[in-house]
């Protein structure tokens, strides 16, 4: 919805052959999390869009001590996907696009959606978070599964799995909601 002016949202477009409306009975995902990982310190939201913070630019590089100028190289990033229905004879762009939140329009929500392609509200409110996970524990993981295989298990007890492992949203996950 991105690429539609705001004068034009809701109504019909140019061409005629489309009215832009919301997807979802969502709120707008609101998850944030301040990437510190090499020279690079970095916003990361969860609405399709990256590097600031909905007013200021957040991509520093190189990342500087707190209180000192920062330099940002980019303002904001946003996730764009689209195609064409109907080809060849009548084609149509289907697109998903976010461009500076306004508050009134959204394509992405937090969380998986659906088979038919919708997502509820509780499923965004259950997914509106970052997940984070460390490498340390990635490989801890990894020795202890090493470790009960070894002993010719075939599980792990979820107390063997460092949280951040067992609350990861795998699909199927049923540590996920609790952690």
């Avoid at 709120?27 to 690079?40: P, Y």
């Avoid at 697109?95 to 509780?122: C, E, H, K, S």
């Avoid at 490989?139 to 470790?147: A, L, M, V």
Wanted: aromatic fraction near 8%.
């Amino acid at each position: 919805m991105a690429h539609v002016g705001p004068n034009k949202r809701g109504k019909n477009t140019s061409n005629n052959n489309t009215t832009v409306g919301l997807r979802a009975a969502c709120d707008q995902g609101s998850s944030k999390v301040l990437q510190n990982i090499n020279n690079v310190r970095a916003m990361l939201l969860n609405g399709g869009d990256v590097w600031w913070d909905l007013d200021n630019a957040q991509y520093i590089v190189p990342k500087v001590e707190p209180g000192q100028p920062e330099v940002s190289s980019i303002f904001a990033g946003a996730v764009w996907v689209g195609g064409f229905t109907g080809l060849p004879d009548n084609p149509n762009l289907k697109m998903a696009a976010q461009t500076y939140r306004d508050g009134t329009t959204n394509d992405f929500w937090p969380g998986p959606l659906t088979d038919v392609g919708t997502i509820g509200f509780d499923t965004c409110a259950n997914w509106d978070k970052h997940f984070r996970v460390l490498g340390e524990n990635i490989k801890k993981h990894i020795q202890n599964w090493e470790i009960a295989k070894a002993e010719g298990r075939t599980e792990l007890d979820p107390g063997e799995i460092p949280l951040d492992v067992l609350g990861w949203p795998a699909v199927g996950n049923e540590h996920f909601i609790d952690v």
